[in-house]
């Protein structure tokens, strides 16, 4: 009897893991501002500054500096509220601010600011996230509610710096 109970419980495991398997979302989104990179990257480091503009990332707490442990307050477009704690992993100037954590295989997020140059000394921000591991299909992440807060927030972040570069 005792076998056929872990045979089961090893079954049910492996349906799970099947049916979940290592599930992934991406989104992505970006903008075009009409401003230096450098501007557009200087706000976006400025964590602080947070609470002033950005309608999605509503609050982060932490130090900007890699492996820096961070709390991010959200409010999605849907009125959830969500605090989340993720690390810094990759800072480079003027290019890239990249957050996140979890733990592989069960659940992974790596959320994303890429900044590139364009003509006319534009930049084009690629605002992305990729989450994934088994447990993504039973976390709460309408992949459309949260690629609206994030275009929320490129076009907060574009009017916020355009209205400051002229």
């Known amino acids: 009897m005792e076998y056929f109970k872990y045979l089961l419980i090893f079954v049910v495991t492996g349906i799970v893991f099947m049916t979940v398997g290592c599930s992934s979302i991406a989104i992505r989104t970006s903008v075009e501002i009409d401003a230096p990179k450098e501007e557009v990257y200087k706000i976006l480091a400025d964590l602080d500054s947070y609470p002033n503009w950005n309608p999605y990332h509503r609050k982060v707490v932490g130090k900007f500096e890699e492996g820096a442990e961070l709390k ?5 477009p849907d009125g959830k509220e969500v605090e989340v704690p993720p690390h810094m992993m990759r800072i480079v100037e003027n290019q890239e601010i990249t957050w996140g954590g979890g733990i592989k295989g069960i659940f992974y997020g790596v959320h994303s600011f890429i900044l590139e140059s364009q003509a006319h000394g534009k930049t084009l921000l690629k605002h992305n996230e990729d989450f994934s ?4 299909g039973f976390a709460d992440l309408p992949p459309d509610v949260i690629a609206e807060g994030y275009q929320q ?3 907060a ?3 916020l710096v355009e209205d400051g570069s002229k």
């Open 133 to 136: 591991g088994f447990a993504i």
């Open 72 to 76: 991010i307050f959200v409010l999605r």
């Open 153 to 155: 927030m490129n076009m």
């Open 157 to 159: 972040l574009k009017k």
